[in-house]
């Protein structure tokens, strides 16, 4: 013989703590998912904002061929554009590494040179937004920083996984260089145990 098992029964209080449960779990992942969406908008809205400001600074600068040293960049202002081809990759570079600066673009790293100076300048991004095709790179891929006072080429040379703390990604350098630095690995859900760097080296036009 068998028996029909009988329905769970839970006492009312429980039942209106998993009604509300439920509700709350939704109204939660609404929430998120409205907040991604309103970043990502946010995003696309100051890339096209933050190009326009490169073309202006293009068109002021031929315009005028200042000899006058260049102001101090304030965070948040308009570097020039990043373009990797072979990746597909186009990002606005802006000063600083703030939060709110790498949620918009990439970020110049102000302890070190700008971008076309001597030295090793580092560039920083988030593996979830604009840097996650840095996944795809390879040696030898040209990098293309548009600035105000010109187009600097880079060529890729190494990429390697290293340490959060390690500081010789961005140790100074006799030549001009450029190093990105984004959280490894890419597909991780939560903080990044590693950084995965790229080093490149400015091409040097013939003489």
Same mark, same amino acid.
């Given at each position: 013989? @068998?028996?029909?098992?009988?329905?769970?029964?839970?006492?009312?209080?429980?039942?209106? /703590?998993?009604?509300?449960?439920?509700?709350?779990?939704?109204?939660?992942?609404?929430?998120?998912?409205?907040? /991604?969406?309103?970043?990502?908008?946010?995003?696309?809205?100051?890339?096209?904002?933050?190009?326009?400001?490169?073309?202006?600074?293009?068109?002021?600068?031929?315009?005028?061929?200042?000899?006058?040293?260049?102001?101090?960049?304030?965070?948040?202002? /308009?570097?020039?554009?990043?373009?990797?081809?072979?990746?597909?990759?186009? /990002?606005?570079?802006?000063?600083?590494?703030?939060?709110?600066?790498?949620?918009?673009?990439?970020?110049?790293?102000?302890?070190?040179?700008?971008?076309?100076?001597?030295?090793?300048?580092?560039?920083?991004?988030?593996?979830?937004?604009?840097?996650?095709?840095?996944?795809?790179?390879?040696?030898?891929?040209?990098?293309?920083?548009?600035?105000?006072?010109?187009?600097?080429?880079? @060529?890729?040379?190494?990429? @390697?996984?290293?340490?959060?703390?390690?500081?010789?990604?961005?140790?100074?350098?006799?030549?001009?260089?450029?190093?990105?630095?984004?959280?490894?690995?890419?597909?991780?859900?939560?903080?990044?145990? @590693?950084?995965?760097?790229?080093?490149?080296?400015?091409?040097?036009?013939?003489?």
């Amino acid at each position: 013989m @068998k028996f029909a098992a009988k329905p769970q029964r839970f006492p009312p209080r429980t039942k209106r /703590v998993l009604h509300w449960s439920r509700h709350l779990l939704f109204i939660t992942g609404i929430l998120a998912l409205g907040f /991604v969406g309103f970043t990502m908008l946010d995003a696309r809205l100051y890339q096209a904002s933050a190009m326009r400001s490169l073309d202006n600074q293009i068109r002021t600068e031929r315009q005028h061929q200042s000899t006058q040293p260049r102001p101090p960049a304030k965070q948040g202002d /308009v570097l020039g554009r990043m373009d990797i081809p072979r990746l597909g990759l186009s /990002v606005a570079v802006l000063q600083g590494t703030n939060s709110r600066i790498l949620r918009r673009g990439v970020g110049h790293i102000e302890s070190t040179p700008f971008p076309g100076e001597l030295g090793n300048s580092g560039i920083a991004g988030h593996r979830d937004t604009f840097f996650r095709g840095l996944k795809d790179i390879h040696t030898n891929d040209e990098i293309n920083l548009q600035t105000a006072t010109g187009l600097l080429r880079y @060529k890729v040379d190494s990429m @390697k996984v290293v340490p959060p703390d390690d500081g010789s990604i961005l140790a100074p350098s006799s030549e001009s260089a450029l190093t990105l630095v984004t959280c490894y690995p890419f597909y991780l859900v939560g903080p990044a145990p @590693k950084r995965f760097v790229v080093h490149a080296t400015r091409n040097r036009p013939p003489y």
